[in-house]
C-alpha cells in the first residue's frame, strides 16, 4: 500500500516536532506544511526541501496529495477545522485538546464515523514508555485496588495567549488518568485564580470523585518557579510514583502500603501501621512518544482501527476539562458530570473500531 | 528570678521531645512527667531519675512545684486539660491542635486572659530557621504581592487514631500559611477520602480563598509512597521553593516571573513570557526549632508577653481546620468563613499582649 | 550472667553517641565515664547521675566496676590507652582507626589475645542496613564478579587538630571496602594537599590495587560545599550505588552491565554495547548503626567470640591507611603492600575466634 | 564577504550534530558531506538535498566549493587528514582530542600558522552558559584563590572501539580545567583498569599535580550504573559545583570555606572551622553550545582570529592525555611534565594570533 500523505497545519512548536516525526516515518509522507505566518513555512521548506507549502487552509482540504491533516493550530480552529477536513475526505490527527466542548468533540465523532475516517487527537503522553508501564502495572493486578491519582505539572509559563492552564496542560494528565484507571467520574470541582492581568487562569486545582472512593487531584500551574511534573497512583498493595522530570528511573513502584492491626487489645495510639518495602524502578521503553503516536496514526489509518487516543479519549478528556471549566466559574462548586450535555452511556453503542471506508 | 518549672503531660513520641528539650532550657526544670503508661513513666524516669513521675493528671494540677503545663496528650483531651490547667493557676503549652473547635479555642483565650497566663500552642514550624528566613522573606517586601501558597505534606503513615489528615498535618502548614501570608481567608472548600476502612480520612485536599486573588492549597496524604514536604510561595516579584525534605538549602528564593507584552502590534503566540533569573538559597539558623519554641515559652512566661504562636495563632489555625472539615462533610461545599461561630474581628479588642502575673 | 559494666573514656560528640547507645543496651551497664574536661562530665552527670566520673584515666583502670573500656579520645591515646586496658584486663573497645600505625595494631592483637580479652575497633558503617544490605548482595554472587569500588566521602569540615582527613574519613571506606570485597590489595598511591595553612592533608584521593583487575579508588575532603557519600560497587552482573545522603533507598541495585558483541563482521564503532535492566532499591534495615555495633561489643565478651570489626578488620584498615599515607608524602609513588612491616600472611596461624578467659 | 564553505567529514552521531549545526549559521553553507557509509551519505542527502555527497576524502581536500573541514572521524584520522586539508589550504576543525600525540598536535600547530589557515578543535563545554559562568566567577576573583579541581564524569558507556576512556571523556574535563584554571600542570599520575576482555581502558582515575597547592583530579569511567557530571571548583572564598545533569541551577556558587581560628588559648579540637553562608545558582545562557563553537569556528575564519579552543587548547590537553597515558602504562608513576617531547614554554612565542593569509 502507498504511503500516507500528511499535510501539517501549524507550523509552530509543536508542529515542527510533528513534522519532523511524520517526516521520519516509513508508511507516512508529508507532502504539505500549511501556516499562516511566512516565516515557519520558510524554515520548513528549508529543511524539507520537497514540500509543498501554502498559507491557506482550504487550499489543504483541496490537495488530493492529501490523505491526511495533522492540526496543531489554535485551540479555537480546532473544531471548524477538523470538522472540514473530515467532510472533505481526510483522516484528521488534532492537538490537544481536541475541541472547545464536549459537544464539539461529538459532533467529530459522529462526522468521523460517517465519513469513514480516523479521528484521533495527540495525547502524546499515552505513548511514553512511562505511562505504558504504568497502565501495565496497573492492569497486571500488581497495584491492587486504586486508591487516587495525584497529578503536580508546574512550571514557569509559557502562558498561553488563547486558553487558561486547565485547558493546556490539563489534557495531559487527565488523558493519563483516564487511560490509567478507566473509570467513570461522577463529578468534579475546581478552583482557579488569574494573576497578573492575565485574561485566563494561570493556576488550577481540579478534584475528581468516583463512585468508589477513589479519587483525582490536579494541580496544574504556569507560575511555579521550578518544573514539577509528578503523578502519584497509590494502590492498595503497591503505590507508584511517575516523575518525568527525572533523567532515568522515571516510574518508581513501591512496595508499601497500610496495614491494619486487628487486635482489640492493643491500646496503643496506632490501630494501623504501614508496610515498608522494596522499590522498584522498571526499565522503560525510550521510543520518542510523539513518534509511536504518530505511527498509531498511520496504522490505524491503515488497517481501519482506531487509534489508543481516539475521539472517545479525546471526548472522556475535554469532558471533565468542560465540568472543571465550569466549577471554576462557579467558585469551585460541584458539578455532578451527568450535567454534562451527553453522558458517556449514551456513547457506548458506538463502536470504538467502527472506523472504515 | 527563679526557673519556671514545668511539668510534661503524655510522654509518647512528641512528649518525650519536649521533655528533653524543656530539660536541657537554663531558665526551666521538668519537675514532673505524667502518663497513663506506665512504661513512659519508667523511660523518662531513667533519663531523669530526679523528675517526678505521676500517672494522674489532677496530680499534675494540684502540684506546688509546677509553673507550667505541657500537653502532648490526644486532641480530645487538649480542651479539658487546658482549662484546668490555667484554672489551677498554671501556664499551658499544648500541642497542636490547640482544641477541636474555635469555640473551644476561644474559651481557652478568655479562660488564659481572665488567669493572667500563658496560653500557647506548639506549632513548631513556625521556631524553623526556614520559616523565620521566609518571613522576613515576605516582610521586607522582596517576594513583591503575594500571589499563592502551596504545600504538599505527604508520605506514608503514621494514621492516627483519633484524628483525620487534615487535623493531624493540617496545623502544620495552616499555621505556616497565616503566619507568612497575614491575611484572613474569606472562604475554604475541602475533599478529603477514607480508605482501607479507617475511621478517618486518610487524604484531604483543601483549598482556601482570600479577598484579593490570593490562593492557598494544601495537599495531606498519609498514604504517599514516598515523603514530600514542600512549600511554593509565589510572589509578583520572586517565588520561594520551600522544601523541607532537603538536606541543605531548604529554601530557595528564585528570582524569577512574569512579564507583560505590552507591544499591541505583536502577533505573536505569546502575549505575556517569563522573567528567568538567578536563585538564592540563604543561610538558615539550623537551631532546633523545638528548642525556641520552649524558650518562647518560658520566655513569655517570664517577661509576661505573648508567645508567637499564642491562642489566637492558634484560633486561627483550628478556625480554618472546621471549617475545612464542614466542607469535606459536604463533599466539597465552599464554606464561607463569615459562618465560622466568632469572627475575627470579634477577637481584636482583646490585646494579645494582655497577659500577666 | 551479670551486666557488662562500661566506661566511657571521652565523652566529646562521638563518646556522647557512645555513652548513649551503651546505656541503653540491656546486657551492659555504663558505670564510669572518663574525660579531661570538667564540663564534659558535667553534662554526662547531669543525664545520668548515677554514673561515676573522672578525669583520670588510670582510675579507671585499676576500677573494679569495670569490665570494658569503650575508647573516644584522640587517635594518637588509641594505641596506650588500650594496651593499658588490655593489661589491666578490661575488654577494649577502641573508635576508629585503631591505632597510628600496624605495628600498634599487631600489637594490640597480641595484646589481646594474650590476655584472653575481646579487642575491638567502631568501625561503625559495617553495622548500617546498607552496607549489611550490600554484603548480602556480594556474597549471594548476584553481583557478579567485582570489578571496582569508587567511594566519595566529602564535606565542609570539621578540619581535626590531630589527623588529616586520610586517617579521619578514609577507615569508614577502606573497612566498608575490606568487608565487602575481601580481597587483599597489592599496592596503593595516594595523593594528598594541605591548604590554607592547614598542618594536615585536607583533600586526599587514594587508589588501591589487587591482583585481579578489581580496582577501589576513595575520594576523601574535608573542603567540599557539599556533603557527598557515595560509593559505586561495579560487578559484571550488576551494580550498586550507595548513597548515604539519600533519605530512603539509599542502596540501588541496577540490573545493568557491559555486553559483548561477538560478531567479527560488523564494522561498526561499538564492539561492546551495554545492558540496561531494572533498578532495585531493596528495603534496609534502619537500626541505629551505633546501637548493633555496642551490642556486637556486648555479645563478643558475653560469648567469647571475635565481634565483625574486631582486631584484624582494624589491622587491614591502618595498614592500609600507612602504606597510603606514606605514598601522600612520597608524592604518590606506588607502594607495594609486601613493603608493609607485617604481612597479612603471617597473621593467618592466629585464629580469629581465639578471645577467651 | 560570502558565506564559508563547509564540508562535513564523517557523519555519525556527532558528525549528524555539527552538519545541523552548521547548516543553521548564517555566515556558513554546508557544500559537501563525507563518509564511508553509504548510508550515513543518504541520510544527510533526505535531510539536505542541496549538499553534495562522497565517499572519498581526496574527492574533499580538491574540492573549489570547500573553504573549511569539519573532522568527525575516528582519533587515528586526526592528523592525517587534519594536515592534508591544511595544506590544501582549508581551514580545519576537528573534533576532540585534536590528535593522538602532543607532536602531532605541534606539527598541525606548525602547518597551519605556515598555511594561514585556522586550526580549532571542538572542546565544546567551553561554549557551555556553565562553563562560561564559571570562568567569569574565577577570573573576576570572587571564588578566591583556587584550590582544588574535581571532577567526575561516568556513566553506563558507549564503550569507544578505538580509544579508553581517558582520550574519550578525559578532553571534555580536561580542557574545561585548562580553561579555567589557567595554570601549567607539573605532574600528573594516572590509573586505569580494562574490564571484561575490552582492549581499552575504561576506568581511569587522574591526578594533576601543579606548582602552587593546586590540584585537580578527574574521574572517567565508562561502566557505572548512572549517569553522574559533577565538577567542584575549590576556591579561598566560594566554592562552585558544576552539575551537568541538573535540568536547570547547573551552576552553584556556595559562600563556604574554611576559617582559621587564631586564638592560641584556645584548646579546642577544632584549630579551624568553617564559614558557611548562601548559596546562589547564577541565571545561564542556554544557547546551544555546539552552535556557539560552530559560530566561532567561522568568526574566526572571516576575522582572521584564533578561536577559543584553538590549537594550542588542543595541545594542552592532549599533553596531558599522552602523560596521563603514559601514567596509566607504567602502573601510575608520576609522570613530571616536563618530560614532555615539547614544553609550553617553548610555545610561547608562536603568537595565538597570527592566524591570516
Request: aromatic share 2%.
Given at each position: 500500500m502507498s504511503n500516507i500523505r500528511v499535510a501539517i497545519v501549524g507550523c509552530g512548536y509543536w508542529g515542527q516536532n510533528l513534522l519532523r516525526n511524520f517526516a521520519e516515518?516509513?508508511?507516512?509522507?508529508?507532502t504539505v506544511v500549511c501556516d499562516f505566518e511566512p516565516r515557519a513555512l520558510t524554515r520548513a521548506k528549508k529543511r524539507y526541501p520537497s514540500i509543498e507549502i501554502c498559507q491557506n487552509y482550504a487550499d489543504v482540504l483541496t490537495n488530493e496529495r492529501v490523505d491526511a491533516v495533522v492540526l496543531a493550530t489554535p485551540v479555537s480552529s480546532h473544531y471548524p477545522y477538523a470538522r472540514q477536513a473530515l467532510q472533505a475526505g481526510k483522516h484528521v490527527l488534532v492537538e490537544?485538546?481536541?475541541?472547545?466542548?464536549s459537544r464539539q468533540v461529538m459532533d467529530l465523532i459522529r462526522t468521523a464515523e460517517a465519513a469513514g475516517k480516523v479521528l484521533m487527537v495527540d495525547h502524546t503522553f499515552l505513548y511514553t514508555g512511562a505511562v505504558r508501564q504504568m497502565k501495565s502495572l496497573v492492569e497486571s493486578g500488581e497495584i491492587g485496588q486504586l486508591l487516587y491519582f495525584d497529578s503536580v505539572r508546574i512550571s514557569l509559563?509559557?502562558?498561553?495567549s488563547d486558553i487558561n492552564v486547565l485547558w493546556d496542560l490539563g489534557p495531559h494528565d487527565l488523558s493519563i488518568m483516564d487511560y490509567l484507571c478507566e473509570r467513570e467520574a461522577v463529578a468534579i470541582s475546581a478552583t482557579g485564580v488569574k494573576h497578573l492581568?492575565?485574561?485566563?487562569?494561570n493556576i488550577a486545582y481540579v478534584t475528581v470523585q468516583f463512585e468508589d472512593n477513589f479519587i483525582a487531584h490536579f494541580h496544574l500551574n504556569w507560575m511555579a518557579p521550578v518544573k514539577v511534573r509528578r503523578t502519584l497512583v497509590g494502590g492498595s498493595k503497591k503505590m507508584i510514583v511517575y516523575d518525568d522530570m527525572e533523567n532515568s528511573e522515571k516510574v518508581k513502584v513501591y512496595d508499601k502500603g497500610i496495614v491494619q492491626?486487628?487486635?482489640?487489645?492493643k491500646r496503643e495510639r496506632l490501630l494501623t501501621g504501614y508496610r515498608n518495602g522494596d522499590m522498584l524502578a522498571p526499565r522503560l521503553d525510550t521510543t520518542e512518544a510523539l513518534r509511536l503516536m504518530a505511527q498509531d496514526f498511520v496504522t490505524s489509518i491503515l488497517q481501519k482501527r482506531a487509534p489508543l487516543s481516539d475521539g472517545y479519549s479525546g471526548y472522556r478528556v475535554v469532558r471533565l476539562l468542560e465540568a472543571a471549566q465550569r466549577s471554576i466559574e462557579q467558585n469551585g462548586r460541584l458539578i455532578?458530570?451527568?450535567?454534562?450535555?451527553?453522558?458517556l452511556e449514551e456513547l457506548l453503542p458506538v463502536s470504538r473500531l467502527a472506523v472504515g471506508d
Open positions: 516515518l516509513d508508511q507516512a509522507e508529508v490537544k485538546p481536541l475541541a472547545q466542548s509559563g509559557l502562558v498561553q492581568n492575565t485574561p485566563y487562569e492491626n486487628h487486635d482489640p487489645e455532578e458530570l451527568r450535567e454534562s450535555p451527553i453522558s
